[in-house]
């Protein structure tokens, strides 16, 4: 990935974290792991996130799916 792709993708994350918050604070949980998901997926695109840092991610989904269910 060059440069610029980066710098462009690494300009979405602040806008998809604004995204997550105004939905979760709307009542909606579930779109907001949708967009943590999203989040998670830019971040490793970009090699941005440690191995620990997504098992822990991973940990907290499944920990609040089934608190929900």
Request: proline content about 3%.
């Amino acid at each position: 990935m060059d440069e610029f792709s980066a710098h462009r993708l690494r300009n979405v994350i602040p806008v998809l974290i604004a995204q997550r918050n105004a939905v979760v604070s709307g009542g909606v949980p579930l779109a907001g792991h949708l967009i943590d998901l999203a989040i998670m997926q830019v971040r490793l695109a970009l090699h941005d996130i440690s191995e620990q840092e997504l098992s822990e991610f991973s940990n907290l989904l499944s920990r609040d799916i089934e608190r929900s269910n």
